[in-house]
């Protein structure tokens, strides 16, 4: 039973940082392909970054240079870490899993997800 919890989230002022945190069980950790997406009120889902099986890290536009993706294949996890976060970042995040070397950025090519942690910037 493949598992994703996300862990990290919480509230951060305008500015601030966050790392967020995905564990992966039950599946293939090293061979997988990792994303982020987040989900704001009244928003679909969107892409944030992922990161292939071999560390090749792809962004969005409203997040680079801010945000950076990176994996342990020793623990099994990925980790989002966010800096100078805005309002805008305010959503809840999902790690996704996936096995097919195309389309990150298309959550429909994801084939696990977790279930999401709330991540709050206030102004």
């Known amino acids: 039973q493949v598992q994703l919890v996300e862990s990290g989230g919480g509230v951060v002022q305008t500015g601030g940082s966050l790392s967020l945190s995905c564990a992966a069980s039950?599946?293939?950790?090293?061979?997988?392909?990792m994303g982020w997406f987040r989900q704001a009120p009244g928003k679909n889902r969107a892409f944030v970054a992922a990161?292939?099986?071999?560390?090749?890290?792809y962004y969005a536009n409203a997040v680079e240079g801010r945000f950076t993706i990176s994996r342990d294949n020793t623990k099994n996890t990925v980790t989002l870490q966010m800096n100078s976060l805005t309002p805008e970042d305010t959503a809840v995040y999902y790690c996704a899993a996936k096995f097919v070397h195309r389309d990150y950025g298309e959550a429909a090519a994801y084939d696990y997800w977790g279930q999401g942690t709330q991540v709050t910037v206030s102004s």
């Open positions: 990161i292939s099986w071999s560390d090749r890290t």
């Open positions: 039950g599946v293939s950790f090293s061979t997988s392909h």
